[in-house]
Every structure is written in C-alpha cells, then in structure tokens.
C-alpha cells in the first residue's frame, strides 16, 4: 500500500486549495481513506475521510468548507479546502484505514500513511 500526496502550497485567507492523494495497493471498496493534518505543536487531527461504502466525514472545522472524494479510475482522493484560514496551517497527510471499525476516525484506526504536503495560509 502507498500513499502520495500532491497539491499543498502557500495562498491567502479564504482562498482555496486542492489535495491529491495517489493510492497504490488497495481497493476502495476494502479500505477506507482519510485525510489528518498536523500543526507545528499540535497533535495530528483528523481532517475528513471517505468511507469503503463512498460516505463521508468531516470535522467540524471542516463542515461546509472542505470536501473529499475519490476517482476510482484514477485511483485518487482529493481534498478540496475552500475559505481556506490561517488556522488551517499545517502538514496534511492521506491514510488509508483497513480491519478497523466501519467508521474510523482516530490515527491509531490507520494503517498506511503518506508522507505528508505542506498547506500554509497567511493573513
């Protein structure tokens, strides 16, 4: 399984950016795909994720302004972050969850990570 994740950079607040995680490895039907991000001192969050059924979860943070997807024939799932915020600084990173719950929200539920894209956004 592999993960690797393009599409990070620098924009203003409330600007927008897309994510793209290339998968390798695994089926979307078997395994369930999130997005996490990390700040300099701060714990790794989850951010959203796409599910093996194709529902999806958002934290709060997220609702309204991020929204994940895949292409099944591109074998991608993106990230798309609108009304981008300071806040939203960070290292983002795609994940891929397998044999956990139907629903996995927690890092520790993922089993395969990539090694991450820098999202920066200044006031």
């Known amino acids: 399984v592999q993960l690797v994740e393009s599409g990070g950079g620098s924009v203003q607040a409330g600007g927008s950016l897309r994510l793209s995680c290339a998968t390798s490895?695994?089926?979307?039907?078997?395994?369930?795909t999130g997005w996490f991000r990390q700040a300099p001192g701060k714990e790794r969050e989850w951010v959203a994720a796409?599910?093996?059924?194709?529902?999806?979860g958002y934290a709060d943070y997220g609702q309204g302004r991020f929204t994940i997807s895949r292409d099944n024939a591109k074998n991608t799932v993106y990230l798309q972050m609108n009304s981008l915020k300071p806040e939203d600084t960070a290292m983002y990173y795609c994940?891929?969850?397998?044999?956990?719950?139907?629903?996995?929200?927690?890092?520790?539920?993922?089993?395969?990570w990539g090694q991450g894209t820098q999202v920066t956004v200044s006031s």
């Open positions: 490895g695994y089926t979307y039907s078997c395994y369930s």
């Open positions: 796409i599910y093996t059924g194709g529902c999806t």
């Open positions: 994940a891929a969850s397998y044999g956990g719950s139907w629903y996995p929200l927690a890092a520790n539920e993922y089993n395969y």
